[in-house]
């Protein structure tokens, strides 16, 4: 075995170039896999956590009539007391915030310029308002007892031409099926990061919202986060059987990620099969060209007594090393392709879809299972490409092959 691989690797020397091209091939091949994977990565797990700190929660709990394409705002859809139902859901393990959110259709409108809003209704003291809170741009947060102020989104203040002291219209919905219109003053600009939800968002104290949707003491949901993103199906089998109300987890109230994601793994399983057949067919190039080129010396071989199937391991070894430097040198590239995207990272601004938050800023997000994983796939099809090679190196009739021009 020794003596093969040493032949292998001599051969392998003769041509260093072309040598040097295969594993830089299989390589390359290898970083692509791997850049696409962590990007991917990145985007869907950006996405998760986007929609459930910024819109969903790990769990919502509602009204089993609340209609959220609606934003309900009648006393039968709603939830009633939910601040002592919040409390009772905060006692829970794994919770770390359980609060109550109001959301509403509203309008703004400042001189000539207007624009539909979603209203949010929060408790300003509440953990769960952390993004907002920690995305203040200028200004203050808001306050629980705050009867005139609002926190806009940066897109929004900007196409509204609104900085903070400014006053601005919002008319919003009620729950008698009416609209109310009161005049307010911008606290604060914030930025989320997700040009999609800031683009569309005005934050209002909860008791305000509650006030001026005519909704008192009732919310359009519990909003709850946890410690633990796994712990959420437990969590909500716990909440169910101890209460009437709907209760909803974040694969529940987030299905296009969802959707999103499983299509993607499809259309990354196709590339990831294209740059492979690539990447193989390089490899397959290399290893017969040097069967043409030593197709005298494999004769010679097969004449003094060398059996075709130590000749196919030759040819198999030869691929092997080949996708060992390949490897080597595509893990390589990959650590250092994932490095040089996550410096500016790639920017999608408002490209976010309808119902889909995503960052305006996508990252890569690298995974040592990936590495791990790509990195045996691409050690084994490289492998495998040196198969016919070998096979058609092995079958050389030895009188043929000496027959053969140098």
């Known amino acids: 075995m020794m003596q093969t691989f040493k032949m292998a690797f001599r051969d392998l020397g ?37 929609a459930i700190h910024l819109q969903s929660g790990h769990i919502q709990v509602r009204s089993a009539n609340y209609n959220v394409n609606k934003n309900s705002l009648k006393w039968d859809d709603l939830v009633a007391n939910p601040d002592r139902i919040a409390g009772q859901i905060a006692a829970l393990p794994h919770v770390i915030a359980a609060t109550p959110r109001l959301f509403a259709g509203g309008f703004l409108a400042t001189g000539n310029e207007s624009a539909g809003v979603s209203v949010y209704g929060i408790d300003p003291a509440s953990a ?14 808001l306050t629980a007892d705050d009867t005139s102020g609002l926190l806009i989104g940066q897109p929004a203040a900007l196409r509204l031409h609104l900085n903070v002291g400014d006053n601005v219209s919002l008319s919003v919905n009620t729950a008698d099926g009416g609209v109310d219109e009161q005049t307010f003053t911008v606290r604060g600009i914030f930025s989320t990061g997700t040009y999609a939800f800031d683009n569309a968002t005005v934050l209002l104290p909860l008791a305000k919202a509650q006030a001026i949707t005519q909704t008192q003491n009732h919310a359009s949901t519990i909003f709850v986060l946890l410690d633990d993103t796994s712990a959420a199906d437990s969590v909500a089998a716990a909440l169910k059987s101890s209460s009437s109300l709907k209760v909803l987890t974040w694969k529940d109230l987030n299905p296009l990620v969802l959707e999103w994601e499983s299509l993607a793994q499809s259309y990354i399983a196709l590339f990831y099969m294209i740059i492979l057949a690539i990447t193989a067919s390089v ?39 080949l996708a060992v430097g390949g490897v080597i040198l595509g893990v390589l590239l990959g650590i250092l392709a994932v490095y040089l995207f996550n410096i500016r990272g790639f920017y999608v601004g408002n490209m976010g879809l309808s119902g889909f938050l995503l960052s305006n800023t996508i990252y890569a997000k690298p995974l040592l299972s990936d590495f791990i994983n790509l990195s045996i796939v691409t050690f084994i099809v490289t492998l495998l490409s040196g198969l016919y090679p070998a096979v058609t190196a092995s079958r050389l009739e030895p009188v043929t092959a000496l027959r053969a021009e140098k």
């Open 14 to 50: 003769r041509n260093r170039r072309r040598t040097f091209f295969s594993a830089l091939a299989v390589g390359i091949g290898l970083m692509l896999l791997v850049l696409m994977a962590s990007v991917i990565n990145g985007e869907m797990g950006s996405a998760i956590e986007t």
């Open 128 to 141: 769960a308002n952390d993004p907002y809170r920690k995305g203040l741009l200028s200004g203050s947060f």
């Open 283 to 321: 490899v397959i190039n290399t290893l017969i060209m040097s069967v043409y080129e030593r197709t005298r010396e494999i004769g010679i071989l097969s004449a003094i007594g060398m059996r075709g199937s130590r000749i196919m391991g030759l040819f198999l070894v030869e691929s092997s090393l």
